[in-house]
């Protein structure tokens, strides 16, 4: 019997919004994350049993995040007056205030580096599902996030700030 779609929300939400965040950004990665759990769940009823819904909702988001992607190439939005710094963003309350420098390194990253890097490191999917959301074959996906995280620790920890859990 499958679970009620609040509870894959409340376990695997956090994990969704890292994941829209690591490919997008804090800006934009809380309207990924609406939009993911508003398709999610007019899909729920169809969704096999056995499903992983962890690899469900994480490709969900990657087309979201596609989505949003696409749309900054068709319209720019001018604003007034470029804000100092971004508002924090949290999974949860009481959550460490997010690095701006990481998120600059992160978005660095070649596309198929930090989409790795986001699904297998922060979503904790194994490669051969990050590869079936990315294209590609398991050894691919691993050596873009291998890549991915070598080249975090050359650019943003140059003295070993970073793990391989971003």
């Not at 890292?18 to 969704?47: I, K, M, N, Y």
């Not at 056995?50 to 068709?74: C, E, Q, S």
């Amino acid at each position: 019997m499958k679970r009620p779609f609040e509870q894959a929300v409340t376990e695997h939400g956090a994990v969704v919004l890292r994941v829209c965040r690591a490919v997008l950004g804090p800006e934009e990665a809380d309207d990924a994350w609406s939009e993911t759990f508003l398709a999610a769940l007019r899909a729920w009823p169809g969704l096999p049993d056995d499903a992983n819904v962890r690899a469900w909702l994480v490709t969900i988001a990657h087309r979201k995040a596609l989505d949003v992607v696409r749309a900054r190439g068709r319209h720019a939005v001018p604003v007034a007056q470029v804000p100092d710094t971004t508002a924090p963003a949290a999974d949860q309350p009481g959550e460490a205030l997010l690095d701006q420098e990481l998120w600059a390194c992160l978005a660095a990253l070649p596309d198929k580096q930090r989409l790795c890097v986001a699904y297998h490191h922060v979503a904790g999917l194994p490669h051969p599902e990050v590869a079936r959301i990315v294209g590609g074959t398991p050894a691919a996906a691993r050596r873009a996030a291998a890549d991915g995280i070598a080249r975090l620790r050359a650019t943003y920890a140059p003295h070993g700030r970073v793990t391989t859990h971003v």
